[in-house]
């Protein structure tokens, strides 16, 4: 059965088990579809393509080539009628329903119309100044008075913890400030902006994703949305308020669109269920996207909030904050209170035992509407998917690379090495930029004594030496604290690769074998030393290097999609850079590696990694080093928040320092960013050419 089918199917399923009477609606749904269809695979008993449009609609051109196969679209439509995304529109009572018209959904959010129009006006659009990149980060509404909640992780796009208070942060000398649009609808130009004057409180990494903001007082403000005192329970049907974007992460881009249509960035309402709790997390199955981050989640029946929406997968699971959660924080904050430290731990894999989350519908046409207090609809018509980017992420809509499937050779892991058959193995030259100084290995400074030592040919070794490059290892992560590179591209080879194997060296078990690693959700084994990197010299030295950065020990879980754009060009740009009678550079990369990483198939997943570049420029016949970073923090599954994913920055190698806990020694005295300030450095850079290879007036 197709993926895509199966999913769609699990999710009916479980709705239409959750909720009979809903369930009853769908199967009518279903039944209509299959009679009304022409005959054909996956629609009823006859055939072909003509099955595919539906009654009204025509699909041309790139959408046709894009629409859903004949057998998904009934079910798709089955399940915008079950878990519908509706627009939120002029605050005027209009509910407008097309091939996915359900009577219950209309009764229940008719019966609920009070309070959904006052939690709708108390809910907002966070919009940015001075933003390197974006206009807005995310949704958040008034849990008091003058009081917006959000999360954490959209407050940190444009603020930050200074000593033992909150401010805003700087880009290229402007600090950026913040407004909250609590209209932002389909088709409507208005707006009721008020600024946000104050952050009063972002809990720290670890801890519930909360943050709250002041607003300044105006007469436009709504009434606040009441936090529940009670628990919320399975089954409490609910709906979500906020600002869905299109999610460039998620696989599946056709069904988001035919789910969400192709309108983003607008106020949207999607009704569903409560679906459990798990460690402290509160689990629902509206339909969220990249966006809805900082989205109330209301209890249809009292006009309370449940929670705080701050993380989902794609047809999959939907996370947020209990209310409870909010009201002590919110509490402590007005008794003046110090930081909080206890918090429940962010959602694992293993936790995530129910139903994934449904998505909503789309509409087409054959409209049916009716008045109540608050005008939403679903969205009409086809997706237009615009223009793909082919090489960087610098936009919303710019499309990561698909999903890497993990083949079978990954999963092959050769043990069959001796200690012995790596005494050849010369490793990482500190002299190799010969007109240069030399460039030893970092210093572990924090968790020196984590760095794995071991027995070798009678002495004691930390650096684990491959051909052309070497590892130091963390013994309690199972991972790197970095790798380093000698490239000589001159002399580069092509080679095959190999399967994975383990190094004889050290114990098996330091490290990480095959936990985490394989297809979605695990994560891809993510070479520090690029692959290529060490392949170099005679043909056999090139086959040698190769095979050696297949070593375990030179990967670290990263997502399927992470390798992509700048950061993965970064060698190839330094290289058209160094002397080109020589071609030769030092690279050093390795993770971040923090206390509270998140765990996931019981291994601390890194956050972010960083990457040193050291050459002798062709220009100037000096040692330049630079210093990058990237980050899949927001992409680690659980974590929704779209935007700025897979950024790269480049850093100063002092920020590296002390971010990762190394030193670079006298390297740092050759860095192209010298002693500029480093908040002014944090544009995620768009292309190569915006790269500093020189210091400034050179």
């Avoid at 009916?12 to 054909?40: F, H, V, W, Y």
Wanted: one cysteine or more; a negative charge.
């Amino acid at each position: 059965m197709d993926e895509q089918m199966r999913r769609l199917q699990a999710i009916l399923s479980r709705i239409q088990g959750a909720d009979p009477t809903l369930g009853e609606e769908l199967n009518s749904k279903r039944s209509d579809l299959a009679k009304a269809a022409p005959a054909g695979p996956g629609f009823g008993p006859a055939a072909g393509p003509a099955a595919m449009p539906m009654a009204g609609m025509a699909v041309e051109g790139a959408a046709a080539a894009r629409a859903p196969m004949p057998q998904v679209v009934p079910e798709t439509i089955v399940l915008r009628t079950g878990r519908p995304v509706l627009r939120v529109f002029q605050d005027e009572a209009k509910l407008e329903f097309d091939d996915a018209e359900s009577e219950i959904w209309r009764s229940r959010l008719k019966k609920a119309k009070k309070q959904l129009t006052q939690a709708i006006r108390a809910t907002g659009r966070i919009e940015v100044a001075n933003h390197p990149r974006f206009q807005w980060v995310g949704t958040g509404w008034l849990v008091d008075s003058e009081v917006v909640v959000t999360n954490r992780h959209v407050a940190n796009e444009f603020a930050r913890r200074r000593g033992d208070r909150f401010v805003f942060r700087s880009s290229f000398g402007d600090t950026m400030s913040a407004d909250i649009d609590f209209l932002e609808e389909f088709r409507r130009k208005e707006s009721k902006t008020v600024r946000l004057v104050e952050v009063l409180h972002m809990e720290e990494e670890g801890g519930p994703d909360i943050a709250f903001l002041r607003v300044e007082s105006s007469d436009q403000l709504a009434q606040p949305v009441r936090l529940s005192a009670r628990a919320a329970k399975a089954d409490d049907q609910v709906a979500v308020i906020g600002y869905p974007a299109r999610d460039s992460r998620i696989p599946d881009q056709d069904l988001m669109f035919d789910i969400f249509g192709d309108v983003f960035d607008k106020k949207r309402l999607a009704p569903g269920q409560i679906t459990g709790t798990a460690h402290g997390l509160l689990q629902h199955d509206c339909s969220t996207l990249g966006g809805n981050s900082g989205s109330v989640v209301l209890h249809l029946d009292s006009g309370e909030a449940l929670g705080l929406h701050f993380a989902g997968r794609f047809l999959e699971a939907n996370f947020a904050v209990p209310a409870a959660l909010v009201k002590d924080r919110l509490d402590r904050l007005g008794r003046g209170e110090g930081r909080p430290t206890p918090a429940p731990p962010q959602p694992e894999d293993a936790a995530v035992t129910t139903p994934a989350p449904v998505q909503p519908p789309t509409p087409t046409s054959h409209t049916v509407a009716f008045s109540i207090p608050v005008k939403l609809q679903i969205e009409v018509g086809a997706p237009d998917f615009g223009s793909q980017s082919v090489l960087l992420q610098t936009s919303l809509s710019a499309a990561l690379p698909g999903p890497r499937r993990t083949s079978p050779a990954d999963d092959i892991i050769e043990t069959e090495a001796r200690p012995e058959d790596y005494a050849d193995r010369a490793g990482y030259d500190p002299a190799f930029l010969s007109e240069g100084p030399a460039i030893p290995l970092p210093k572990i400074e924090r968790d020196a004594d984590q760095v794995v030592e071991f027995a070798f040919n009678g002495r004691k070794e930390v650096e684990l030496r491959y051909t052309h490059f070497s590892v130091v290892m963390h013994r309690k992560r199972r991972m790197c604290f970095y790798s380093a590179v000698n490239i000589d591209g001159k002399l580069s080879k092509k080679t095959v690769r190999p399967g994975w194997r383990t190094d004889p060296r050290i114990p098996a078990n330091l490290q990480i074998m095959k936990e985490c690693y394989g297809n979605e959700p695990k994560f891809s084994r993510g070479h520090m030393t690029r692959r290529e990197d060490p392949a170099w010299g005679t043909k056999a030295e090139a086959n040698l290097g190769c095979a050696d950065s297949m070593h375990v020990t030179n990967a670290v879980p990263q997502m399927q999609s992470f390798n992509a754009g700048i950061w993965l060009g970064l060698e190839d740009y330094a290289l058209q850079n160094a002397r080109e009678d020589d071609m030769r550079i030092t690279v050093i990369t390795g993770p971040f590696l923090h206390a509270n990483d998140p765990i996931r198939f019981g291994v601390k997943i890194p956050r972010s990694f960083w990457k040193v570049i050291a050459f002798v420029h062709d220009k100037t016949g000096e040692l330049c080093a630079s210093g990058y970073t990237i980050s899949q923090d927001n992409v680690i599954p659980e974590q929704e928040f779209v935007f700025g994913e897979y950024d790269t920055h480049q850093r100063s190698l002092r920020h590296i320092e002390q971010k990762a806990g190394i030193s670079f020694g006298s390297l740092t005295s050759r860095d192209v960013f010298g002693d500029e300030d480093e908040e002014a450095l944090s544009t995620p850079l768009g292309s190569f050419s915006e790269i500093r290879l020189l210091p400034k007036g050179a």
